[in-house]
């Protein structure tokens, strides 16, 4: 026995029809894209490229950097010296043209310490159980003499001229 289906059978939209609802919808989403980014705002005074070199400078490791990181304690010597300290602001009357870039090419900043050629960059000193680290280069006339980074000028200026000891270490080769 058969029955008979008096229904009409399923019909789905009609492809025509369902592109042009696709096509607008799309539309609306691109409007609607366009309208967020361009009433976002960006502030104008954030300084990208402080924010770039201190992201660099925070991830560089050189390669001696690394060998005294692995390096065993009994194969690192202390020495200790004394030697002139004194302070220094990065501007141009102070330093060079670039005075916000150290002579390792690195930005300047607070912990950074002008050290003699002698020592090598990266190298960390002692004063007065302060850690600097060496990213600048004193002049070749000052052989025994270290410059503190220092941003006030007031600061600075009471420093003055130091004699201190200075700690540092050196991997024994």
Known sequence: MSKKNDDPPLTLVDPDKMMVILIIACVITLIAFVLVFRTAKVEKDID???????????????????????APPYLMTEHTITATI???????????????????????????????????FGTDVFIDGKKYTCEDRMS??????FDIMMWDYEEAIEFGKQIKEIIYYKLVK
Request: hydrophobic share 30%; proline share 8%; glycine share 4%.
């Open 48 to 70: 990208f490229e402080y924010y770039r070199n201190e992201v660099e400078n925070s991830l560089q490791i050189t390669k001696r950097e690394y060998l005294l990181a692995q």
């Open 86 to 120: 004194t302070a220094y602001n990065p501007v141009e009357e102070q330093c060079d043209s670039t005075p916000l870039i150290t002579a390792s090419g690195k930005t300047v900043r607070e912990g950074y310490i002008a050290c003699p050629a002698w020592l090598p």
């Open 140 to 145: 070749k006339k000052h052989p025994n003499r």
